[in-house]
């Protein structure tokens, strides 16, 4: 079974920015990001295929670009113009990604990075 380790929170003000990462234990196709707060399911941010097709949720879009780097197993997920809201554990997941849609393999998520924007 494929680990995922996310790394790349932290606290930041309003309007900053931070990058996520993600690194891979093994090879994997599709990756994606979900958020989430205490007493909240988790909301979908972002996923990307294996060969870089994307696609966004609502939730940070226009706001947040993921990418990847297949050589280091890695994804990334930049978020722009941080806002109070987006404060949240960000998990780094590894699923399949439809025409307009990812649905994550519910048992490969990450550990979580908490992501703190202050106002």
């Known amino acids: 079974q494929v680990r995922l380790v996310e790394s790349g929170g932290g606290l930041v003000q309003a309007g900053g920015s931070l990058r996520l990462s993600c690194v891979a234990s093994?090879?994997?196709?599709?990756m994606g990001w979900y958020r989430q707060t205490p007493g909240s399911y988790r909301d979908f941010v972002a996923a990307?295929?294996?060969?870089?097709?994307?696609y966004y949720g609502d939730s940070m879009k226009g706001r947040s670009t993921i990418s990847r780097d297949n050589a280091k197993k890695t994804a990334y997920l930049q978020m722009n113009a941080l806002r109070h809201e987006d404060t949240a554990v960000y998990y780094c997941?590894?699923?399949?990604?439809?025409?307009?849609?990812?649905?994550?393999?519910?048992?490969?998520w990450g550990q979580g990075t908490q992501v703190t924007v202050s106002s």
């Open positions: 990307i295929s294996g060969n870089g097709r994307t």
């Open positions: 093994g090879d994997i196709d599709a």
């Open positions: 997941t590894e699923g399949t990604l439809g025409d307009n849609w990812y649905r994550p393999n519910s048992e490969t």
